[in-house]
């Protein structure tokens, strides 16, 4: 586990340092904030399709041949796609490298594979929760990072960034041990690894089908919310780099002390279906509270408390799917993860970018602002229903098999 926390969270520092500043630089080559709103979304866009099709494959390739090449490969992807997004002057330059970076990175879906290659099934959830800890440090990390360099100059983060990959390059190299022994590989098929088709297999997991729905949902809650937060303080606060980073900062902060502390107790005292049931619906309340808050500073309040109460319900629901599946397809069956939420990072920019086209032109300060938080809160509302009567189903089910 040291290990590959590491490799996680070096390279969640490296992606945290450029989310204070990659809207800003969109912004230096168009001429008004609805244009930017527009092509920040097109730069979004073009990231998500491209991961879409690629993590099944990169998924179904660590089956095979083991999760450390796959995790070298998406470094050098993230080190070269950061250094030429630093160097861009147009445009084109910025979504043609995206796309690269997109069908190169999979870090996320081959970390938890990894995760569940050396855990037993009962002690996924606790684990998976540290790696979302190491996510939440690298976004404690990176943004304020992000955005201290950013004021400097906006092309810095990236460079810093592109530093970052490199270095867990190296770390992946020559430290790195594998996870995955060779009498548990898998071969590889290609007609298993269409992203449509491991989709539909993931839904087919026995006892979990609900469960990939309410992922889908919260996905796109949540970059709904990514896309939509830092152009949202700027235009209802009149947020900059630094305000930006340090909320980011705050977010990380509390992952880290949720996932990572709080959540190992709350898994002895509750259940995780109780857990996720409970997380999701605060999920729900957090994105209305922040499309409503009517100053800066409620917004530190509202990330605080939310994810509190709501910070462990994703690392309960991925246990739940990875249990499901067997132990020589978890590259494969986390890819799928992978690429559902591509999906939704695909559809996220498409919403969001309309929904803040409607209110960008509002004065400061207007409650309207928050139209695309209060969409996320409406998807999440629905993501928590999904679950909640799944859970009651299967406990009946259970409770019928004992009788």
């Known amino acids: 586990m040291p290990f590959i926390l590491i490799t996680v969270l070096i390279d969640m ?73 630093g160097l861009a002057t147009a445009l084109w330059m910025l979504i043609a490298v995206r796309l690269f970076s997109g069908a190169m990175q999979s870090n996320a879906a081959v970390a938890n594979a990894y995760v569940a290659d050396i855990t037993a099934p009962q002690d996924r959830a606790r684990r998976f929760g540290l790696i979302g800890a190491m996510f939440g440090l690298g976004f404690t990390l990176g943004p304020v990072m992000g955005g201290l360099l950013g004021s400097i100059d906006l092309h810095l983060p990236f460079f810093a960034a592109g530093g970052m990959a490199v270095l867990n390059w190296l770390y992946g190299y020559f430290v790195l041990p594998e996870s995955l022994p060779p009498e548990r590989r898998k071969p590889f098929e290609w007609k298993r690894v269409n992203p449509f088709s491991s989709l539909r297999e993931l839904s087919q997991l026995r006892g979990v089908g609900p469960l990939v729905a309410v992922i889908g949902l919260a996905s796109l809650a949540q970059f709904t919310l990514h896309n939509s937060f830092v152009l949202y303080t700027t235009f209802k606060f009149g947020w900059g780099p630094a305000h930006n980073g340090w909320a980011l900062f705050t977010v990380g902060l509390m992952s880290v002390l949720v996932q990572g502390f709080l959540l190992k107790h709350l898994l002895r005292r509750f259940s995780g279906r109780l857990l996720a049931s409970v997380g999701l619906a605060a999920s729900s309340l957090t994105y209305f509270s922040f499309g409503a808050a009517s100053e800066g500073w409620m917004m530190f309040v509202i990330i605080v408390v939310g994810n509190i109460i709501g910070g462990g319900a994703a690392a309960v629901i991925q246990s739940l799917v990875s249990n499901a599946a067997d132990s020589r397809s978890q590259g494969q069956t986390m890819g799928s993860v992978a690429a559902l939420n591509s999906l939704m990072a695909v559809i996220a920019p498409v919403v969001s970018a309309p929904l803040l086209g409607m209110v960008s032109h509002l004065p400061a300060g207007d409650w309207r602002i928050g139209l695309p938080f209060y969409f996320c809160a409406a998807l999440q509302l629905c993501g928590t229903v999904i679950a909640i009567r799944h859970f009651r189903r299967a406990a009946l089910q259970a409770a019928a098999a004992v009788a």
């Open 13 to 85: 520092i490296a992606i945290g340092l450029i989310v204070p500043v990659l809207p800003l630089l969109v912004g230096t080559f168009t001429a008004s904030p609805t244009e930017q709103t527009f092509w920040f979304g097109a730069v979004a866009l073009t990231f998500g399709v491209a991961n879409f099709f690629a993590s099944p494959i990169l998924g179904a390739l660590s089956d095979k041949y083991g999760r450390r090449p796959v995790l070298l490969l998406g470094f050098s992807g993230l080190a070269a796609s950061f250094i030429v997004t």
